[in-house]
T-cell receptor, first 114, second 109 residues
């Protein structure tokens, strides 16, 4: 089945140690998103790619970077994780130009910072 | 900022209809009403969307008032698997999803 895959599902890192989360999709969608969801809060958009065009949200910290080497893959890099970056990170895709632009979400990666 | 207001929580008996309200009094003419839900420890899942007409699919029905200032998501026969946080989101179809606080629906036996 076509889907959005996130690896790993659980990631533990140390304070200040760079970490990379990955997302892949088999939907051939042209837009990929990264959201951060802290405990008991709603998902918050960090940035998205429309094809190769990167779109950063104004309040996304510089500590968060992203790469999209091809249509299928997108990575979230946290350069120096702090305790406040512990959260669920959700990847989503959509097909811009589709009549209703539904977003498909992956299962998320839960990041713990020690 | 989210453009919607939802009750923080609701309960529903299994097998009964769950009616989840959403206020969006500042909705613009080109903005749709979308509903997503998030089951615990999973990613959000699209449910349904509408512009001004009522909509129905295999998961739910969406009733939008004539003035479009509010809507109701209806799960006709709630099951325990419908326990989740339900998000009502207003957006033009090319815009970002901005999640509000949502309604936590608890379906009980």
């Amino acid at each position: 089945d076509a889907m959005v895959i996130q690896n790993p599902r659980y990631q533990v890192t140390q304070f200040g140690k760079p970490v990379t989360l990955s997302c892949s999709q088999t939907l051939n969608h042209n837009v990929m998103y990264w959201y951060q969801q802290k405990s008991s809060q709603a998902p918050k958009l960090l940035f998205h790619y429309y094809d190769k065009d990167f779109n950063n949200e104004a309040d996304t910290p510089d500590n968060f970077q992203s790469r999209r080497p091809n249509t299928s893959f997108c990575f979230l890099d946290i350069r120096s994780p702090g305790l406040g970056d512990a959260a669920m990170y959700l990847c989503a895709t959509s097909l811009r130009g589709h009549s209703y632009n539904e977003q498909f979400f992956g299962p998320g990666t839960r990041l713990t910072v020690l | 900022d989210a453009k919607t207001t939802q009750p923080p929580s609701m309960d529903c008996a299994e097998g009964r209809a769950a009616n989840l309200p959403c206020n969006h009094s500042t909705i613009s003419g080109n903005e749709y009403v979308y509903w997503y839900r998030q089951i615990h420890s999973q990613g959000p899942q699209y449910i349904i969307h509408g512009l001004k007409n009522n909509e129905t699919n295999e998961m739910a029905s969406l009733i939008i008032t004539e003035d479009r200032k509010s809507s109701t998501l209806i799960l006709p026969h709630a099951t325990l698997r419908d326990t989740a946080v339900y998000y009502c989101i207003v957006r033009a179809y090319t815009d970002k999803l901005i999640f509000g606080t949502g309604t936590r629906l608890q379906v009980f036996p």
